[in-house]
């Protein structure tokens, strides 16, 4: 018996249908993620600069992402001028309310104390975003935590690296290519030792692409869900894709780290299904 053809608009209609699914599934995987949840080892609190941002990371359910990052590496403990990268400290810094809400259980970095994560994102060929939770903890409020872009062969200061990004604690921003400065854009005013959601994100100059093959590169920042503004960097090569943070002569802050795929880099998958659309609306399928 012979079946009646599968009608081009039906099909249309199930394809396109099950592009907002597929945009959320591959959006929802990030390339690294660290909550530090669940630091309760036996070396107990305060975590020692010895420690670092490596301390526990066997912990059940604090390392995250699809990436294979060097064992007992995930990060790698580099300072300006001191060591001070600490991790499980109680007596600090209050509770991360935006994420578990337990004291501790996040990154500390004082006095210029700095870590990268231990991977070079550029060899991710799409927009890629940061985001995490921060905190500064200082009486001043020009005081900031700042967002480090490049290698690991650059010591790791805001001035020293390929590119980077602070956030202050009074809501201004400040971001540096190769060391020169630009006064950014200004959000609300988290105020001195709460926490706040931050995200950058990196592309080229097209915002479809990455940041790192020759097309410009562009820094996209936001501050509690809120585009803050863009700011475009010296070209990013291959080679600079860490990325990082530090501190002043401060205290601050990290938790809840996320390194995702932008998803809008998901748009250039639909637009080739939607290219298969058109395809698709152009000829007749029939099945015998």
Do not use: H
Not at 140 to 149: E, G, H, Q, Y
């Amino acid at each position: 018996m012979k079946k009646q053809p599968l009608r081009t608009g039906t099909a249309l209609v199930l394809i396109a249908a099950s592009l907002p699914l597929l945009a959320q599934t591959v959006s929802a995987q990030p390339l690294f993620s660290d909550n530090f949840n669940g630091l309760t080892g036996s070396s107990g609190y305060p975590a020692t600069a010895s420690t670092g941002a490596n301390y526990e990371l066997g912990a059940p359910g604090r390392i995250g992402g699809t990436l294979t990052l060097p064992s007992g590496a995930a990060y790698i403990n580099g300072f300006y001028t001191d060591g001070n990268e600490q991790l499980g400290n109680p007596n600090t810094l209050p509770a991360d309310n935006l994420d578990d809400n337990v004291v501790g259980n996040n990154l500390l970095l004082a006095n210029q104390a700095s870590v990268l994560i231990n991977y070079d994102f550029s060899t991710v060929n799409a927009p890629i975003s940061l985001s995490f939770n921060g905190l500064v903890d200082s009486g001043d409020p020009t005081d900031w935590l700042a967002v480090l872009i490049g290698n690991p062969s650059q010591p790791q200061w805001l001035l020293n690296t390929s590119a980077a990004i602070l956030f202050r604690e009074n809501g201004g921003t400040q971001f540096f290519s190769n060391g020169s400065g630009t006064t950014g854009a200004s959000g609300a005013a988290p105020g001195d030792n709460v926490w706040q959601s931050y995200k950058i994100v990196l592309s080229d100059t097209a915002g479809t692409g990455s940041a790192f093959d020759g097309n410009g590169s562009l820094l996209t920042y936001y501050a509690n869900g809120v585009e803050l503004g863009t700011a475009s960097l010296t070209q990013l090569t291959a080679g600079e894709g860490y990325l990082g943070f530090d501190s002043p002569s401060q205290i601050v802050g990290i938790d809840d780290i996320v390194v995702a795929p932008e998803p809008g880099t998901c748009a250039l998958l639909g637009g080739g299904l939607a290219l298969a659309l058109i395809t698709l609306r152009r000829k007749q399928v029939s099945v015998n």
